[in-house]
């Protein structure tokens, strides 16, 4: 079984920034939400009941209690890089794309629209649109009115 918690102890200051965040009307939700796991420890309830009261893991509630003991109120905002999506394209696919765009064009007009040039690549449209989630345009760093590669598409 778990062993009680031990109140939290906290300084008038610390007390005073961790309400202010609370009642601040603009403070982002999850760092509301870890001053109030501060301030319920410091009122020296078991991480358990902190846990049910507001709706998280006691995993999480010993996270920020352990991350505000070694950092103080400035440490729960925090938080450690996430490792985002992988690329789905490598950039030698890339290079194919952009030296096609550049050095051809489609057989029958003048210049490679976004869905032809996805078509003859064997792509999604959204992979080549400037506007996409993860384009080719994105990865060469350009943009549509500063460059010969995106205007062409």
Do not use: D, Y
């Not at 309400?19 to 009122?43: M, S, Y």
């Not at 996430?82 to 794309?97: A, H, K, M, N």
């Not at 400037?130 to 760093?141: D, E, F, K, L």
């Amino acid at each position: 079984m778990f062993e009680p918690a031990r109140s939290l102890p906290l300084e008038a200051n610390q007390r005073k920034r961790l309400e202010f965040l609370v009642r601040a009307g603009n403070t982002p939700q999850k760092l509301v939400l870890r001053a109030r796991i501060i301030l319920l420890a410091a009122a020296g309830r078991p991480n358990a009941a902190i846990a049910r009261e507001l709706g998280v893991s006691r995993p999480t509630v010993l996270l920020w209690r352990a991350r505000f003991a070694s950092r103080g109120v400035p440490g729960l905002s925090f938080e450690k890089p996430r490792p985002g999506r992988r690329p789905t394209l490598s950039p030698e696919r890339v290079q194919q794309v952009v030296e096609a765009t550049l050095h051809t064009t489609p057989v029958g007009a003048t210049h490679w629209t976004v869905r032809t040039m996805a078509k003859a690549q064997g792509l999604g449209h959204t992979t080549i649109h400037p506007s996409g989630a993860s384009t080719v345009c994105r990865r060469i760093g350009s943009r549509p009115s500063s460059s010969r590669a995106t205007r062409a598409l």
